[in-house]
């Protein structure tokens, strides 16, 4: 069974950073992993992807201000959020795909993944 468990959510000022957290565990972890976010009032919509082999993909939105990453054991995966803007506010998701992935675009859709967190929420004050 894949867990996955998000950390590092709060409440920061406008300008400020967060870093976040998905600790998983699990025999799939395939290390294809994607962080989503959810508004109120809105869709769920992909954030930022890290494909296999480690390349990145993100939102345009957040492009330039958040970065995605992995621990060297492939046991944890981060999203740094520099520059956060109120828009940012949002309940993140951590997802893992069962297979192994290259990167594209389609990493930034929800049917790429098959396992979530149950999220963080993050919310950003002016």
């Known amino acids: 069974q894949v867990q996955l468990v998000e950390s590092g959510g709060g409440s920061v000022q406008s300008g400020g950073s967060l870093r976040l957290s998905c600790a998983a565990s699990g025999y799939t972890y395939s290390r294809c992993m994607g962080w989503f976010r959810q508004a109120p009032g809105k869709e769920r919509e992909g954030v930022a992807a890290i494909a296999s082999d480690g390349t990145t993909t993100y939102a345009d939105s957040v492009k330039g201000r958040f970065t995605v990453s992995r621990d060297i054991g492939k046991i944890t995966l981060y999203l740094q959020m520099n520059s956060l803007k109120p828009e940012d506010t949002a309940m993140y998701y951590c997802?893992?795909?069962?297979?192994?992935?290259?990167?594209?675009?389609?990493?930034?859709?929800?049917?790429?993944?098959?396992?979530w967190g149950q999220g963080t929420q993050v919310t950003v004050s002016s």
């Open positions: 997802a893992a795909r069962a297979q192994d992935c290259r990167l594209g675009w389609w990493l930034l859709r929800q049917y790429a993944y098959d396992y």
